[in-house]
DNA sequence: ATGACACGCGTTGCGTGA
């Protein structure tokens, strides 16, 4: 099976990237973050008519994350168990949908982004990590050979060779202790990010900015990652990421990453 | 060229992203 993560920067303005790259590539699972459209606005047609199922989890124009499979869709879930609320009345932000596509329990994520370091958005960030951990190891505790992929952005830099320069990001959000640790608590709950296992190399980026010529001189970050839990890390068996998906007319800022995963 | 931000909403600017 091959199980891929996009956060394709809007859903309605790249539909037909998302097509293509459905039939270039063969993916049999794709997990779309910032989709930007409600559910009713989705574009589903285009995908269902070549053979994708089509779950969404959409409320405005900001977020958005969405499952397309041709593997099958079953117990959708808009949202994790004790998801951190945004805003006064709190709402769920439209950042976490799970669906079980093909025997996989498929978690695609839209981590807050966390704007600055003190911004209260950025304490809403640690919290929605620490959540998303706390129920990720319940999976694990209800069943230890659960079949788990928590794929997205994660919005974390985990390493400092996973920014092009580290000084530039001395004091903003994605490289901090505080993120890091709270990225990394995930594999203290026994998750392994099964990406970098294929990819080790330094300066290996999903995502460069629109501005400053940030693609053409290669000054990405490594932010697009997936935590799969110890059964489904067993089969994971390569990954790529498809770089040249930032080229050409109206690229998203970030590209897909695409897991292989063997048969059970 | 991989090339100098882009999205949706709503209206000619604004909030957001990282």
Known sequence: MLLATWNINSIRARVDRAVAFLERTGVDVLALQETKVKDQAFPREP???LGYEVVTHGYSQWNGVAVLSRVGVADVERGFPGQPTWGDPGVAEARALGVTCGGVRVWSLYVPNGREVGDPHY??????????????????????RAQVAMVGDWNVAPLDTDVWDVGWFAGRTHVTPAERDAFTAFAHAGYTEVSRVHLPAERTFTYWDYQQLRFPRDEGMRIDLTYASPALAARVTGARIERDER??????DHVPVVLEIAEP
């Not at 080229?247 to 998203?252: C, D, E, I, M």
Request: net charge neutral.
């Open 247 to 252: 080229k050409g007319k109206q690229p998203s």
């Open 47 to 49: 995908f269902e008519a």
């Open 123 to 144: 304490t809403y960030k640690l919290d929605w990590l620490a959540a998303l951990r706390d129920a990720a190891q319940g999976w694990l505790a209800t069943d230890p």
